[in-house]
């Protein structure tokens, strides 16, 4: 069963914490993403990667940073947490660009 | 960039009443078309996707339509059942590398029994 696997389900972090969401897919898959969905403003796009090492912006990057060391493992980085990051962040990947896009669950973020 | 408008954002239908959700894209060179359905807890799930070479497909009760001239696509459901409430999001994008999905915002479809 193929899987796309968030760190965590809930996280709540302090304003100013640098705070790591990981994620993880064990398809082999050339892409992954990093969308941020709120209520009324559906899954924007963070950052997403189409190989190891490589990045690119999407919709809505300033106050994210993202790593790719490893093929399988894409992570979100919030430098500096503000209230304003506080949303729901879910994390996919695709074989190819105009592919199925295959989701993580979830991790609902709040910062206090 | 590509942009995609979805409409409407909620939608409530009698059970067995026909559901259809609208979205409009920007990018004329996009070629595929996903529409993705969350429920409650859970990460969004493809249902059924459509490519630019088609005008048309279906799958059980779902159907998704593509209009490439007016640059619209639509979501078809019939029989709706309880079941099937959920929030849907469409998306749109240029089937290349380096390239990413862009969604809808989504629309909130309750059925009732």
């Known amino acids: 069963d193929v899987k796309v696997t968030q760190s965590s389900r809930y996280l709540v972090k302090r304003t100013g914490e640098k705070v790591f969401l990981e994620c993880v897919q064990d398809m082999d898959h050339e892409n992954m993403f990093w969308y941020r969905q709120d209520p009324g403003l559906g899954l924007r796009l963070i950052y997403f990667?189409?190989?190891?090492?490589?990045?690119e912006k999407g919709d809505i990057p300033e106050g994210y940073s993202v790593s790719r060391e490893k093929k399988e493992r894409f992570s979100l980085i919030l430098e500096s947490a503000s209230t304003n990051q506080t949303s729901m962040y879910l994390c996919?990947?695709?074989?190819?660009?105009?592919?199925?896009?295959?989701f993580g669950q979830g991790t609902r973020l709040t910062v206090v | 960039g590509e942009n995609v408008e979805q409409h409407p954002s909620t939608l409530s239908v009698q059970e067995g009443d026909s559901a259809v959700i609208k979205c409009t894209y920007s990018?004329?060179?996009?070629?595929?078309f996903p529409w993705y359905k969350q429920e409650l807890g859970k990460g969004p799930q493809l249902i059924i996707d459509i490519r630019s070479n088609v005008g048309e497909k279906k799958d059980q009760r779902i159907a998704v339509t593509l209009n490439k001239t007016a640059k619209h696509f639509s979501l078809h459901i019939t029989e709706t059942q309880p079941e099937d409430s959920a929030v849907y999001f469409c998306a749109a994008i240029l089937n290349q590398a380096g390239t990413a999905l862009i969604f809808g915002k989504g629309t909130t479809l309750s059925v009732s029994s």
């Open positions: 990018d004329s060179a996009s070629n595929y």
């Open positions: 990667s189409y190989d190891v090492k490589m990045k």
């Open positions: 996919a990947s695709t074989l190819s660009g105009g592919s199925e896009a295959f």
